[in-house]
């Protein structure tokens, strides 16, 4: 066995043995997410390394403590990209962080989620058992896919030291047009947009001065691009200013997410992509994936009415980040799916030692 995963299993043993919580850590990038931090630390960094890639096969095989950034540059050497465009939230994330807090940049209403590019994963339960699932190749699963269950899982099931993923080629042609707009036409043009052959990728508004304004990305063959260009019109940016905008919007370093000079809570609600304009108070939302993600500034104290409307507009709501600490992160969960996730964290981690009250705030 590795040296690396070695420790790493020893240290679970002795933790599972003493009853002495763990709290599993990477770059730490994503310490603000989720409900608490309880536990020892449990640094995965040793585990890094990028253990197999065929770029020929769209698939690469890398540790858990690999640095994020780290991946992207070899797969960009390639030609080659995370589709999901993963948020990094700092200069230290790691693979392992990527796919434990489950979190997809801007292409991901085209693409797909970080779950849908797992292809397998070694796992380290609770009992200090170094766990295999998947694979490197997408039809090989018979049964329940652990792997990509582990995407969102927040490290409650176990510490993740290698994972298999699907990689795609960078798209040939890409192109960035803005409209000015309220948020209800940006959102009645994307609806408009999206039931045709589009090369859309990604899309963003917000206001920003009073004024509003939607941010449309297309990718794809380079004649799709340009026709597409010519007959949606707005203003097309140049594209290197515009790539810096979009990798500001995936790790929230856009002037729009300062919270400065107001409420120090950011909200995230999910939505369908057709749900209209929301009638939260505060400041304007800013609009991600067609509709589908919208981020909203507003004090922890306004959470019941903001969860009552985003369910009532088909969705949930999660208190992305905010330095309360009396407010549930998560929606509740209904008693059922409740029941299907604390049965996996029992069986993975029967003596509950892993990121302890990161996903349930009563335990």
Known sequence: MDPALHQ????????ATDATPLCIR????????????????LDTTALAGITSYEPSE?????????PLAELEAALAEKGQC??????????????????????????????????????????????????????????????????????????????IAEVSLKVLPVAPAEATLEFACSQADALRLLNEWGGRPLPLNASCWFEYGGAGALYLRLRG?????????????GERKDDARAAVDWQA????????????????????LSVPQTAPVLAID??????????????????????????????????????FRTSASDTPRFDALSAPIARIHRALMHEFDPH???NRGRLFADE
């Open 352 to 354: 509950r030692i892993f």
């Open 282 to 319: 505060g400041n304007a939302p800013l609009i991600e994936w067609h509709g589908g993600q919208r981020w909203y500034k507003a004090l922890p104290g306004q959470a019941a009415r903001i969860r009552e409307i985003a369910h009532a507009a088909g969705g949930h709501a999660t208190l």
């Open 221 to 233: 063959a380079v004649a799709a691009v340009e026709a597409a260009c010519t007959h949606l019109g």
């Open 82 to 159: 995370l589709p999901f465009e993963p948020p990094r939230f700092g200069s230290n994330g790691t693979v392992g962080g990527m796919v434990a807090a489950g979190l997809s940049g801007p292409a991901r209403a085209s693409v797909g989620a970080v779950r849908d590019y797992v292809l397998g994963a070694t796992l380290v339960n609770g009992r200090g058992d170094v766990l295999s699932f998947g694979g490197q190749v997408m039809k090989n699963v018979a049964g329940y896919d652990v792997s990509r269950v582990l995407a969102g899982s927040l490290g409650t099931l176990g510490v």
């Open 249 to 268: 919007l995936r790790d929230q370093q856009l002037p729009w997410f300062d919270t400065a000079n107001g409420p120090d809570a950011l909200w995230r």
């Open 8 to 15: 790493i299993v020893e240290r679970i043993r002795a933790a």
């Open 26 to 41: 990477g770059g730490g990038t994503k310490d603000f997410y989720g409900e608490a931090l309880h536990g020892e630390v």
């Open 58 to 66: 769209l698939v690469v095989t890398v540790r858990a403590g690999t």
